[in-house]
C-alpha cells in the first residue's frame, strides 16, 4: 500500500515490540535487513497495549503518523482513504469500527463500558474508535505532550481537540496476537 506512496511522501516504519513472547521480533529485524525505512522500539518490559502506542508515537518524526495494529484487524488498504482526507485538511482521520467479530455479549459489555467512561471522563472518547489512525505531527506533538501518566490514544485523541474524519470499516479478527 505504501509503495503506491513512495513518489509522494516520505516513510518510516516504527514497530513497538512491547517484549513480545512470539517471534515478532525476528520477523521485524528481517524487515529491517531489507528495508532501510523499518526501525524497531523493543520496550524493557510488556507495559501494555496504550503505553506501547504512546512510544511509537514518541519516535516519529514525519509529518504525519499512521497507527496500525500488525495483527490484521486493521486494513492497510484504507490508507489511500486516510491520505486523501488528510491531503483535504483533517489533522485526524481514524477508523471507526462498525463491526467486529466477537460474541454480541463483548460488543454489548464494550459499548456499554465506552459509553459510561465517555460520561465520567474529563474529556471526549469517541465511540467506535480504533486505534487505527493518522494524525498530524502537531496532533502527535500535543498527545505525547500530554504527559499522561495512563495513555488511553482515543482519549487523548478527544482531548487535544482538532479537526477529525472516521472512515467506517468492519475489523476483522486478529490473525495471532
Sequence with gaps: VL???DDK?????IFTNNRS?????????????NDPRVHVLTLSRNFGYQSSVQAGLSCATGDGVIVIDVDCEDPPEM??????????GYDI????????HEPWIIKKA?????RWLRRIGDSDIILYMAEFALITK??????INNKNTFPFFRAEIGYVGFSRYGITYRREPRIKG
Design 21 to 33: 513472547e512470539d517471534d515478532s521480533l525476528n520477523v521485524i529485524l528481517r524487515l529491517r535487513e
Design 138 to 143: 502537531d496532533v502527535r506533538d500535543a498527545i
Design 93 to 100: 482521520v481514524y477508523g471507526e469500527r462498525v463491526d467486529r
Design 9 to 13: 511522501y516520505e516513510f518510516e516504519i
Design 79 to 88: 490508507l489511500p482513504q486516510f491520505f486523501e482526507k488528510w491531503e483535504e
Design 110 to 114: 464494550r459499548n456499554m463500558f465506552y
Design 3 to 5: 509503495e503506491a506512496y
